[in-house]
């Protein structure tokens, strides 16, 4: 299987902060990339498909970028309602989801 | 689009898990239908999809214990893991999704764009 590492695995930042989250794949996954939004109690929620589509209604703060192994998250001006663990996941072959990063107000 | 797990939150070990999703607001037609589940141990793992066709992918490490099925009158699909043990204890996820790909072209959105809320399951005796 196709193996998927986050990286940080948590982070602290402030309202306002730009942050990015990345992704790496153990092999080639072309741009078969999602990511995903959690927070507590709660499914995660589509965020990103295609590497870099924004799903519909998700604000255009979110960004993602990449292909091949090395993917990024982009949050621009983080808002007090981002702070959730987001995970990457590919679907290439039997999907897997990385470990996640979970983002907290510093 | 809403989709909602249910079934038994307490299952004894080398018993069988049994868990059905119900999808409200659209068809289960023209998309396929997974499970994943989360637990502490082991994070977000996908456990395998269905088609309305019946045809079924499921994630390898799961293969010899999980059978799934679609009822299209009941606009429901299920879940069944056999011979669980406390390393299945975790909660689960119904989803729609995702697409596939064979060599070059894609069908479907390769995402899981719709998810319900999960539902718990312990194993144990």
């Known amino acids: 299987d196709i193996q998927m590492t986050q990286s940080p695995s948590s982070l602290s930042a402030s309202v306002g902060d730009r942050v990015t989250i990345t992704c790496r794949a153990s092999?080639?996954?072309?741009?078969?990339l999602t990511w995903y939004q959690q927070k507590p109690g709660k499914a995660p929620e589509l965020l990103i498909y295609?590497?870099?589509t924004l799903q519909s209604g998700v604000p255009s703060r979110f960004s993602g970028g990449g292909s091949g192994t090395d993917f990024t998250l982009t949050i621009s001006g983080l808002q007090r309602e981002d702070f959730a663990t987001y995970y990457c996941?590919?679907?290439?072959?039997?999907?897997?989801f990385g470990q996640g990063t979970k983002v907290d107000i510093k | 689009v809403q989709l909602q797990e249910s079934g038994p939150g307490l299952v004894k070990p080398s018993e069988t898990l049994s868990l059905t999703c119900t999808v409200s607001?659209?068809?289960?037609?023209?998309?396929?239908w997974s499970w994943m589940r989360q637990s502490a141990e082991k994070g977000l793992e996908w456990i395998g999809r269905?088609?309305?066709?019946?045809?079924?992918d499921y994630n390898p490490s799961l293969k010899s214990r999980v059978t799934m099925s679609v009822d299209t009158s009941r606009n429901q699909f299920s879940l069944q893991v056999t011979s669980v043990t406390a390393a299945d204890t975790a909660v689960y996820y119904c989803?729609?999704?995702?697409?596939?790909?064979?060599?070059?072209?894609?069908?479907?959105?390769?995402?899981?764009?719709?998810w319900g809320q999960g539902t718990m399951v312990v194993v144990s005796s």
């Open positions: 607001g659209d068809s289960l037609n023209n998309y396929s």
């Open positions: 989803a729609r999704g995702d697409g596939y790909c064979i060599r070059t072209t894609c069908y479907g959105l390769l995402a899981f764009d719709i």
């Open positions: 295609a590497a870099s």
């Open positions: 092999q080639n996954i072309d741009t078969y």
């Open positions: 996941q590919h679907s290439h072959g039997t999907r897997t």
């Open positions: 269905i088609y309305t066709s019946g045809n079924t």
